[in-house]
């Protein structure tokens, strides 16, 4: 059985994001959930908690760096990755 996925799945989660610098950015998050194959079967001491931290920097308008490092019952994760932005002009549609 996947252990992120079932018939059911009920996940919260919760972030702060902030300004460190004009173009670095912080933010902290926390997960909370789990699956199960029905209803009745969701109890409280089966949901597991995620928590973590990132810092994103723009490095110009099209592109983004991120570094991110989260804790569950997993152990510590480190994400590092870019990612690329587009943008879609709502007069573009129009045509």
Partial sequence: PDRFRDNIALVTSAEYDYS???KLR???FVDFGS???VWELF???DFKTGYGFELKTDLDDNFAFQFQIAHSREGLQLYVG???RFSLLLG???R
């Fill in 20 to 22: 460190i610098f004009q």
């Fill in 26 to 28: 912080g933010k902290m």
């Fill in 35 to 37: 699956v199960a194959p």
């Fill in 43 to 45: 109890d409280l001491k």
């Fill in 82 to 84: 870019t990612s690329s």
């Fill in 92 to 94: 573009e549609l129009n």
